[in-house]
């Protein structure tokens, strides 16, 4: 078993930034493929990024590639989505997952078994 909290949420401007958290207990982080989600409402949960450590391997969803960068600190237990370049369709409530590491990054919501409680993320124009 693994608990996840996110942090790091909050308000920004569009063309600011802002990082995400996300911090485990119960198990070591590399144990697993790491994933962040986004929800906006009236929207079906999507994939942002996601990051294995073997290597590492990185994946982006194409509407942040090159905005957002995933990555992560076994010492610290923590993932980091750092977000630069805010748009207002960047609003949303952010989630941190973690599934059975593997060796590419799943952008299923369904592969993964471990969520966080999310955070939110407000990008005003």
């Known amino acids: 078993q693994v608990q996840l909290v996110e942090s790091g949420g909050g308000l920004a401007q569009a063309g600011g930034s802002l990082r995400l958290s996300c911090t485990a207990s119960?198990?070591?982080?590399?144990?697993?493929?790491m994933g962040w989600f986004r929800q906006a409402p009236g929207k079906e949960r999507e994939f942002v990024s996601g990051i294995g450590w073997n290597g590492p391997i990185t994946g982006y969803a194409d509407s942040v590639k090159g905005r957002f960068t995933i990555s992560g600190d076994s010492a610290k237990n923590t993932v980091f989505l750092q977000m630069a370049s805010l748009k207002p369709d960047d609003t949303a409530v952010y989630y941190c997952?973690?599934?059975?590491?593997?060796?590419?990054?799943?952008?299923?919501?369904?592969?993964?078994?471990?969520w966080g409680q999310g955070t939110q993320v407000t990008v005003s124009s």
């Open positions: 119960g198990r070591t982080l590399s144990s697993f493929n």
């Open positions: 997952a973690a599934r059975p590491r593997s060796n590419i990054v799943l952008v299923d919501s369904r592969h993964y078994n471990y």
